[in-house]
Each structure stands twice: as structure tokens, then as C-alpha cells.
């Protein structure tokens, strides 16, 4: 691993790279009450360990969170719209909603904040879950459709746009392992299915934003690992980089950038998955810590797609920050390596500006760089958050 304790001299990374941090709409606007998560929160023995509630009421303190952005002196922010919000029931869609992620675009540029809109993070609305989600065969133009109108409500105001966040891990954890909606385990033949309809969905969603007005870059973001074989598991690695990466990554040519979203390495042996050694160093999330997966991954990217990379979702869940601080340290020491050995990386957005929901571990998991009273919903900003700002503001490391 990455050596943290120290490096030779300061690490400079090139002016106009961005440095951002990243948030999602569920997780923390809370009261999402038309999407297939919050029933799924709510279902009968449910696997969410608790509902989402009022999150982190982002839907009305935006504002905020946008003024601890700006005081990180970060030049980037990475949101989500919510479809569920947007287009609450087929064809009738909300203009307080759209006006609502307009003005968080609008205010961001104002104070010279790069506004990076995600258009599907992981949820649906229900009446487009109850046709089937992403099974559905008219589902990706559904998904066009919305991405076009909201696109032309918001126009030039968009800085940059992911159509859809990591759509290997919906299929994933909603068709094989059952903690995502629908909830459905180990259904390979529909993963298969989900997987060929996110690629279309996505290939539709950038000819709806390039037909919109605006000129910005557009990519998908993907979830990504340092995947290891050791002997005997080469073809497992393979077969599981196939279905997790190489499909969706083959589905990106003309796209602007990649996005890649990575947090640790996998391990394969003669039957499959295996754990890490003995001893190893794990995170709260059950994986193991291992930021150098970041400059695996977007080298891995870069050959796979001949793309411009963002590193669009990296961080850490950790009660101790100092593991934080760590934890992106080491992970931006081999950033820069790669970048030093040619890759062409455009920026860095870490995972998550404030401590949310995280999905079925509800709000256990602290990925923040900002802690957020679950009463009062006070923001408090960590060490790592000077840290960060540091960082940022100074386009160097060390």
C-alpha cells in the first residue's frame, strides 16, 4: 500500500483540476415519500435497518450545504435529481421540482461551484418501479424522456452531468443479493436484463442532454475495484469484471468522461470470491482499506475507454476521522501517480459531503466530511473537512 506518512515534497496537481464532494438526493433530502426506496424502507421485514426519513432535510436546507462547499473552497458539488420528485406520476411532471434543482445549479455557479447533476441515483418513482423499473422494456426511453425535460428546464446552468450512478451496483444488490429494490436474490437471467437496459438508458440519456440546450461534459459514473486473482481464480476475476465493469464500460464511446467510483480491491481464488488475508485492514463496511484502488481503477478505465476520468465517488466510512484523513491521503497519493504516469484524470469528488443514509445500513455509516445532528440537523464539519478544503484550495498534497 501507499506509504501515508509523509512525501518527499508537496504532490501538485495541474490548475482547473476539480475538486469536489458529492451527495444524493435520497440520501439526504429526506421525506422522498414517491420512490421505490421509501417503500422499500417501509415494506414488511424489510432489510434496511431503518427508514430514511427526514434524512438530512437537504430539500430545504440546500442552501447550506452549498455554503460548506464554498467553504471548503471546493470548485465542484455533485447532487442528484430525483426522478420521483421531478415526474411524480407518468407524464405530470413538477415544476417547483424542477425550478427546486435549477436553483441549487443557479447558486452554485454563483459563487464559482462546477454544479455536477447526477440524473438517477439509485431510485425510482414508484409508478415506473411498478411497471418493472429497469426491467422494463420502455423504461430507458422513460428515463430519456425525463433526463430531456429536465435538462431543458435547467439549461446552461448544469457544469456537468452523469446520467446514471453506478448502475452495476443496482443491478447487483436489487437482482442477485436482494438489499436494493426489488429485493429479488441471486436472479442472474434478470441482472443480465437490468444490466443491457441501463446501457440503453444510458446511451438515450446522452442524446437527450446533447439536444438540450447547454454545453457541458456528460458520462456515466461507475462502481469500480482493484480486482486481484490470485491462483486458480483468473476466470472467476474475469467473469465477474465482465458482468460489474467490461459490459458498461464498452458502452461509453462518444461519452465525454468516465466516472469512476472506487472504495476498495476484491479478491478471487479458484472458486470465486475470497477473503482478504488474514489480519487485513478493514472498514466499517465490511471491506477492506485499501485506497491505492484508486489508481487502479482509473488506469483501468482510461485503457478500457480512451476516455478523460473523474474520479466522480471515493472516500471512507469511519467513526475515527483521522482514518479519514488517512484513508484520502493515501488514496490521493495514488491518484497522482497514475495521473504522473499519464492518465488523464480531471478531478477527484469525495464521497460524501455529509454523513446520510446509506441505504440499507441506514444512518450507521459515517462517510462525511461533515457530521449532521439526527435531531436538529446541525451541520458540524470534521477535521478531514479542513483537511480536504486544504487541499483543494492550495492544488497540492502534502
Not at 469484471?241 to 479478491?267: N, P
Not at 478500457?304 to 491521503?329: C, F, H, K, Q, W
Request: proline share 5%; charged share 20%.
Amino acid at each position: 500500500m501507499t506509504d501515508t506518512s509523509a512525501t518527499a515534497s508537496p504532490l501538485e496537481f495541474p490548475e482547473g483540476f476539480l475538486w469536489g464532494t458529492a451527495t444524493a438526493a435520497h440520501q439526504i433530502e429526506g421525506g422522498n415519500v414517491n420512490s421505490d426506496w421509501w417503500e422499500f424502507e417501509h415494506a414488511p421485514n424489510t432489510v434496511v435497518a431503518e427508514p430514511s426519513g427526514d434524512a438530512c432535510d437537504s430539500w430545504n436546507r440546500w442552501s447550506e450545504d452549498l455554503d460548506l462547499v464554498e467553504s471548503m473552497g471546493l470548485n465542484a458539488y455533485r447532487f442528484s435529481l430525483e426522478w420521483a420528485r421531478i415526474e411524480p406520476e407518468d407524464g405530470e411532471f413538477s415544476m417547483v421540482a424542477l425550478d427546486h434543482y435549477k436553483a441549487i445549479c443557479a447558486d452554485a455557479r454563483d459563487r464559482g461551484i462546477l454544479p455536477v447533476a447526477t440524473f438517477h441515483h439509485f431510485t425510482l418513482p414508484r409508478w415506473v418501479a411498478a411497471r418493472g423499473g429497469f426491467e422494463g422494456s420502455d423504461t430507458a426511453a422513460r428515463f430519456a424522456e425525463y433526463v430531456g425535460r429536465a435538462a431543458n428546464h435547467l439549461g446552461d446552468e448544469i457544469g456537468m452531468a452523469c446520467t446514471i450512478n453506478e448502475p452495476n451496483i443496482v443491478s447487483m444488490m436489487g437482482y442477485v443479493l436482494g438489499v436494493f429494490p426489488p429485493g429479488v436474490s441471486l436472479d442472474f437471467d434478470r441482472q443480465k436484463v437490468v444490466n443491457d437496459n441501463f446501457v440503453t438508458a444510458h446511451r438515450e440519456a446522452v442524446s437527450a442532454l446533447r439536444a438540450a440546450p447547454g454545453s457541458y461534459p456528460i458520462g456515466l459514473t461507475l462502481s469500480m475495484a482493484e480486482m486481484v486473482a490470485h491462483e486458480g481464480g483468473e476466470a472467476s476475476r474475469d467473469e465477474f469484471r465482465e458482468i460489474m465493469e467490461d459490459h458498461f464500460l464498452r458502452a461509453t464511446e462518444g461519452d465525454d468522461f468516465i466516472g469512476v467510483q472506487c472504495y476498495s480491491r476484491f479478491h478471487f481464488g479458484p472458486n470465486g470470491f475470497q477473503a482478504p488475508e488474514a489480519g487485513a485492514r478493514m472498514t466499517p463496511m465490511g471491506y477492506e482499506f485499501w485506497p491505492d484502488c484508486v489508481g487502479a481503477t482509473v488506469r483501468r478505465a482510461a485503457e478500457m475507454t480512451g476516455l478523460p476520468v473523474v474520479v466522480t465517488e471515493n472516500g471512507i466510512s469511519a467513526a475515527d476521522d483521522a482514518e479519514r484523513i488517512e484513508y484520502v491521503t493515501a488514496a490521493l497519493q495514488s491518484l497522482h501517480k497514475a495521473m504522473a504516469d499519464g492518465i488523464d484524470v480531471r478531478g477527484y469528488v469525495l464521497w460524501s459531503l455529509l454523513d446520510n443514509f446509506e441505504w440499507a445500513f441506514g444512518y450507521a455509516q459515517q462517510f462525511g466530511l461533515v457530521e449532521v445532528d439526527r435531531s436538529t440537523f446541525t451541520r458540524t464539519p470534521k477535521p478531514s473537512a479542513s483537511f480536504y478544503g486544504a487541499v483543494a484550495r492550495s492544488g497540492r498534497l502534502g
